[in-house]
């Protein structure tokens, strides 16, 4: 059983949506929990709150050997195929929404990385909006963005802004 208190979660019960991290995509446009299965199998047993299941986050994004498969699944006609692996999976589980944290699209200098480009970013912004209109009623669907300029100039978030539910704004990159 996944424990909270180990994780600082003793009250979980207090709290609305927790997102569990982090999903990631295979080759073939599925949802892989390989990596958090257990966890992810003893969080869609609990009650009480919204779960909400992350994909991507930083290595994911980042990492030489899989930030391509981001850029890649949201092209088309790639993006329909995982659009329709997401929706089945959170059928499959129940889940109350999806949150994607791709960091981040049309990056201009990641070290290790070719840079991204604005088409990356527009093709993330078609991803949301078609999955916004593919998911159950009621299922929300949400971002992690950064919260400084230099990164956030790349998102069409004005866009994004319109078919997410809320946007979680990461404080860290502010600081380092």
Same mark, same amino acid.
């Given at each position: 059983? *996944?424990? $909270?208190? %180990? /994780? +600082? =979660?003793? /009250? $979980?019960?207090?709290h609305t949506h927790i997102h569990l991290a982090f999903a990631t995509i295979t080759l073939d446009w599925n949802v892989d929990i390989t990596s958090i299965e257990d966890q992810f199998l003893a969080f869609v047993q609990m009650t009480g =709150?919204?779960? &909400?299941?992350?994909? +991507? +986050?930083? @290595?994911? %994004? @980042?990492?030489? %050997? @899989? $930030? =391509? &498969?981001?850029r890649q699944v949201v092209e088309e006609p790639n993006r329909d195929t995982f659009i329709a692996n997401v929706v089945a999976f959170v059928k499959k589980y129940n889940l109350d929404g999806v949150d994607f944290d791709w960091e981040y699209p049309a990056e201009p200098d990641m070290e290790g990385i070719p840079h991204g480009t604005a088409e990356d970013a527009s093709n993330y912004y078609l991803f949301l909006?078609? *999955?916004r209109n593919s998911l159950p009623d009621g299922t929300s669907l949400s971002i992690a963005a950064p919260a400084g300029f230099w990164y956030l100039k790349g998102f069409p978030i004005q866009a994004i +802004? /319109?078919?997410v539910d809320y946007i979680i704004f990461m404080t860290c990159v502010l600081h380092g």
């Amino acid at each position: 059983m *996944l424990k $909270y208190e %180990s /994780h +600082g =979660f003793r /009250h $979980y019960r207090i709290h609305t949506h927790i997102h569990l991290a982090f999903a990631t995509i295979t080759l073939d446009w599925n949802v892989d929990i390989t990596s958090i299965e257990d966890q992810f199998l003893a969080f869609v047993q609990m009650t009480g =709150f919204k779960k &909400i299941l992350s994909f +991507g +986050g930083w @290595t994911f %994004s @980042t990492d030489p %050997s @899989t $930030y =391509f &498969i981001f850029r890649q699944v949201v092209e088309e006609p790639n993006r329909d195929t995982f659009i329709a692996n997401v929706v089945a999976f959170v059928k499959k589980y129940n889940l109350d929404g999806v949150d994607f944290d791709w960091e981040y699209p049309a990056e201009p200098d990641m070290e290790g990385i070719p840079h991204g480009t604005a088409e990356d970013a527009s093709n993330y912004y078609l991803f949301l909006s078609e *999955l916004r209109n593919s998911l159950p009623d009621g299922t929300s669907l949400s971002i992690a963005a950064p919260a400084g300029f230099w990164y956030l100039k790349g998102f069409p978030i004005q866009a994004i +802004g /319109h078919v997410v539910d809320y946007i979680i704004f990461m404080t860290c990159v502010l600081h380092g």
